[in-house]
């Protein structure tokens, strides 16, 4: 089976982050994970040391990308075949990891835990930016993607070792609608997800409007002029 490491990125998240990682432990010892707590300014770091978990502590916020290439760089570092994005908010369930991994062994490059692969998108204003998202990456890279916000998702280890050295590599839709392009296999798995189990998402509606319109503008035009790195062997070191 593939050592999978599974990144948690926590940004504020104190009285969610126990739940989640008892949760993921009970259900799925089997797999790695590390805590990324990315600056956060309560107790989420003091209660990942209490519980004894594994810990990457940055003294400064990142944001999402930051957070999330610290892991997949702890990932590339340490010999992991493949590492996943599990959100602290409680969203995302650990019982799919199961078959994204399998997914991920068949050949796919990125697995993406997908709320519509199944299901009929619902026709709301919550998610017109997710279909217009879907429509620019189906007309740049002829792909359709039926849930291209969704952050659960899993890389092989080739991705992995992009996304820890290349700064412009974001956990978001433009990164994964650049990586089709240039030739990733990209699978969905329907997944269902969670409601946040406590506290607040950082995204109100107007900034869930300019992310939807920054992430259409990205895929449409600035993907054309991105830079990748695919030559340069990311080092190993052992556990």
């Known amino acids: 089976m593939s050592r999978l490491l599974i990144v948690i990125p926590a940004y504020n998240e104190e009285k969610n982050i126990v739940r989640v990682v008892d949760e993921l432990n009970r259900c799925c010892p089997q797999y790695d994970y590390v805590v990324v707590n990315d600056g956060s300014r309560d107790k989420t770091a003091a209660l990942c040391r209490a519980h004894g978990y594994r810990l990457i502590d940055l003294p400064v916020?990142?944001?999402l990308a930051g957070a999330f290439q610290t892991g997949l760089r702890y990932a590339a570092e340490n010999g992991y075949d493949c590492a996943m994005q599990l959100d602290a908010d409680g969203q995302h369930r650990p019982e799919y990891i199961a078959p994204m991994l399998q997914e991920l062994e068949r050949g796919a490059d990125i697995v993406i835990g997908s709320r519509f692969l199944a299901v009929k998108k619902p026709k709301t204003l919550r998610m017109l930016g997710s279909?217009?998202?879907s429509w620019s990456i189906r007309l740049t890279t002829g792909r359709?993607?039926?849930?291209?916000t969704s952050g659960m998702r899993m890389f092989n280890r080739t991705m992995v070792e992009e996304f820890a050295q290349n700064l412009n590599y974001g956990p978001e839709?433009?990164?994964i609608s650049y990586l089709i392009k240039n030739g990733a296999v990209v699978k969905e798995v329907q997944v269902q997800?969670?409601?946040r189990l406590a506290g607040h998402s950082y995204l109100t509606m107007v900034k869930s409007v300019q992310?939807?319109?920054k992430m259409a503008i990205s895929i449409l035009l600035i993907q054309w002029f991105r830079k990748r790195d695919t030559e340069t062997p990311y080092p190993e070191r052992s556990l």
């Open 131 to 133: 279909y217009i998202i």
């Open 61 to 63: 916020n990142l944001g």
């Open 173 to 175: 839709p433009d990164t």
């Open 211 to 213: 992310y939807m319109l």
């Open 193 to 195: 997800m969670g409601e």
């Open 144 to 148: 359709a993607i039926c849930d291209p």
